[in-house]
T-cell receptor, first 118, second 115 residues
Framework: NAGVMQNPRHLVRRRGQEARLRCSPVKGHSHVYWYRQLPEEGLKFMVYLQKENIIDESGMPKERFSAEFPKEGPSILRIQQVVRGDSAAYFC????????????????FGPGTRLTVL | AQTVTQSQPEMSVQEAETVTLSCTYDTSENNYYLFWYKQPPSRQMILVIRQEAYKQQNATENRFSVNFQKAAKSFSLKISDSQLGDTAMYFCAFPAWDAGNMLTFGGGTRLMVKP
């Protein structure tokens, strides 16, 4: 049983470049969440997606950040024109639909992608 | 808005002893889950234990147990027989039950288990 997978694990970008972070949820999970963790801080919610839909993006900066979860393939978090302040660990979590058998609202996390902007 | 507060930024405990990490939260919801996650130096977020608010009984997972006080909105984690591998950041987390279930995390407690 594969857990949540994220790649790359480490990503280095220069200011102004684009960063693309990928997340493959647990098989059968249709809910994906992205969180950001700045150094020495807790995780902060960014965006919540279901297949082909953005449900809540209230935690995501309005500019330069976008997310998608296509019908086929992984969820993508895209950061355009990165700045040094984007340096952080980005975590993806997935959960099954609420009300599905055995569902306990638990989110299972991937290993994270550590983005460093030079 | 929901808030989750962990008032102990750092704690230490001797190996084999017991330690309790505190967490308080604020919500107007009545039915919900609460979670403790562990983040070791590898940075992986690992679920430690889960509590259902409508259950009277405190959750237990091996050496880990919670003291859940719903009226006081308190959700502390007790680690018994501490092991060196328990050294990690510990985060209390609360989902937004009626708003997509996204988690609000506390600021974390850094636990050091000393040999």
């Amino acid at each position: 049983n594969a857990g949540v997978m994220q790649n790359p694990r480490h990503l280095v970008r220069r200011r102004g470049q684009e960063a693309r972070l990928r997340c493959s949820p647990v098989k059968g999970h249709s809910h994906v969440y992205w969180y950001r963790q700045l150094p020495e801080e807790g995780l902060k919610f960014m965006v919540y997606l279901q297949k082909e839909n953005i449900i809540d993006e209230s935690g995501m900066p309005k500019e330069r950040f976008s997310a998608e979860f296509p019908k086929e393939g992984p969820s993508i978090l895209r950061i355009q024109q990165v700045v040094r302040g984007d340096s952080a660990a980005y975590f993806c979590a997935s959960s099954p639909p609420r009300g599905s058998p055995g569902s306990t609202d638990t989110q299972y996390f991937g290993p994270g992608t550590r983005l460093t902007v030079l | 808005a929901q808030t989750v507060t962990q008032s102990q930024p750092e704690m230490s405990v001797q190996e084999a002893e017991t330690v309790t990490l505190s967490c308080t939260y604020d919500t107007s919801e009545n039915n919900y889950y609460l979670f403790w996650y562990k983040q070791p130096p590898s940075r992986q977020m690992i679920l430690v234990i889960r509590q259902e608010a409508y259950k009277q009984q405190n959750a237990t997972e091996n050496r880990f147990s919670v003291n859940f006080q719903k009226a006081a909105k308190s959700f502390s984690l007790k680690i018994s027989d501490s092991q060196l591998g328990d050294t990690a950041m510990y985060f209390c987390a609360f989902p937004a039950w009626d708003a997509g279930n996204m988690l609000t995390f506390g600021g974390g407690t850094r636990l050091m288990v000393k040999p």
